[in-house]
């Protein structure tokens, strides 16, 4: 969780009071701090880099705004894509193919054609996907994705890495998919694996990374090739409450390194943190547009909902929440912060203590640059909301408020209906 600097009584975000960037850009508003991106990038990066050669494919799901990425893409990273949507939105800002790795999960043969058209490596899922993939093409450098009965993240539904989870290959199965590549004439280069999202403890990543290892000494131990690079995925957790602790990358870096330094003749540690490089460098803002008191309980209502962020009812994460024009005030009452869903379940944060709220205060939600606007909807035909790129008190709109006519583009009314 991100302290914020203060003028005031108004937060600041980027050298920018908050209110006035509401008033600028309306509301809802994702506001993204290009500086806090650039250095969350250059602390993972150098946290493990420092030790060896390494490989940051950023984890473009958990935010695809182009500006985001181009920011990324300047200091270096890689990309690590799910569909082809991201491997071409990624292309057309100035990533190169070999700076992708394609992970799929049940993947048509019209997606890895076009995946493999543009040059993107691809991570295989399953014995299945390898075939079809050898169907396409062959004398490719794949690698493989590997079920390593590892899990860990912060809800059920985000844990991946444990046994009969849907992704990767069984451990049990695994050296057999590289020896049937081989005879595929495919190219195998790599391991990977991914246990979850949003893991808050060392010791998964250290079993993970022993899983890969073994995998990869096995590979050349029985079929003679030495592996260019183990990728333990991502899943690096953030504070998103006040009380919880940042998860020690530098230490993390150094552990995981040292173990693929000292046991294994891989020459290259690759990682793709998602929510680590763009979780705390946004903010969602909201106006409040109501307020209630009913059975007891106290309502702040504002102009966001889980059509903007849906993690709160999704995953029931916490977010922290700011009066942004009461910053740093005393907290007075007990709010649940509710957005404008036509469902009981839209509730943004729940039985904070804040300070006195009124109507046309300015909230902040915190930490909500992943897998805040890539999950967001049109749901009750609200279009999406706008995002702004600031960094030393300029401010940049990134994307532009969805209008109505945009929720309605692509709908047609058959002809006869109309009569
Ligand atoms: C294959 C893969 N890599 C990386 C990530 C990124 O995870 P996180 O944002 O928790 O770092 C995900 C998230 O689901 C994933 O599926």
Do not use: W
């Not at 950023?58 to 695809?64: D, G, L, R, S, V």
């Amino acid at each position: 969780m991100r302290i914020f600097e203060e003028d005031n009584g108004q937060m600041l975000i980027g050298g920018i009071s908050a209110e006035e960037l509401a008033e600028r850009f309306g509301t809802p508003l994702f506001v993204t701090d290009e500086f806090a991106l650039r250095l969350n990038y250059r602390r993972i990066s150098q946290a493990f880099s420092q030790h060896m050669p390494i490989r940051v494919h950023y984890a473009c799901k958990a935010n695809t705004n182009l500006a985001v990425l181009r920011v990324l893409e300047q200091e270096g990273s890689c990309i690590d894509a799910v569909s082809i949507g991201e491997v071409d939105t990624c292309l057309r800002v100035g990533f190169t193919p070999d700076r992708i790795l394609y992970t799929g999960v049940n993947v048509s043969d019209e997606e890895l054609e076009a995946v493999v058209d543009r040059g993107v490596m691809i991570n295989i899922d399953s014995f299945h996907e390898l075939r079809r993939l050898a169907a396409i093409s062959t004398g490719d450098k794949v690698s493989f994705r590997v079920t390593p009965n590892v899990g860990s993240g912060h809800h059920d539904k985000v844990v991946t890495g444990k046994k009969a989870s849907k992704f990767g290959i069984p451990l049990e199965e695994i050296m057999d998919a590289y020896r049937e590549a081989v005879n595929l004439d495919l190219v195998p280069v790599g391991v990977h694996a991914h246990i979850g999202s949003g893991g808050q403890s060392v010791e998964p990543f250290i079993e993970v990374t022993e899983v890969l290892i073994g995998v990869a000494n096995r590979v050349e131990e029985e079929l003679g090739i030495t592996l260019e690079f183990i990728d333990i995925g991502g899943g690096i957790g953030i504070p998103y409450h006040p009380d919880e602790q940042e998860m020690d990358v530098e230490q993390l870096g150094a552990i995981l390194t040292r173990m693929v330094l000292e046991d294994s003749n891989v020459g290259t540690f690759a990682l793709e943190p998602g929510r680590y490089i763009v979780a705390d460098t946004t903010v969602l803002l909201s106006r409040v547009v109501d307020i209630k008191e009913t059975g007891g309980k106290a309502y702040i209502g504002v102009d966001a909902g889980f059509n903007n962020l849906i993690r709160p009812a999704m995953y029931d994460s916490y977010h922290h929440v700011v009066i942004v024009n009461r910053y740093g005030a005393e907290p007075e009452a007990e709010y649940d912060v509710a957005g404008p869903v036509c469902e009981s379940g839209d509730i943004l944060a729940k039985g904070r203590m804040l300070p006195e709220a009124q109507n046309g205060d300015l909230i902040a939600v915190l930490d909500a640059g992943a897998y805040g606007s890539t999950m967001s909807s049109q749901y009750n035909s609200r279009p999406r909301c706008a995002e702004v790129l600031v960094i030393d008190g300029q401010a940049d709109l990134i994307r532009e408020r969805e209008t109505l006519e945009d929720v309605l583009r692509n709908q047609r009314v058959p002809e006869r209906l109309m009569q």
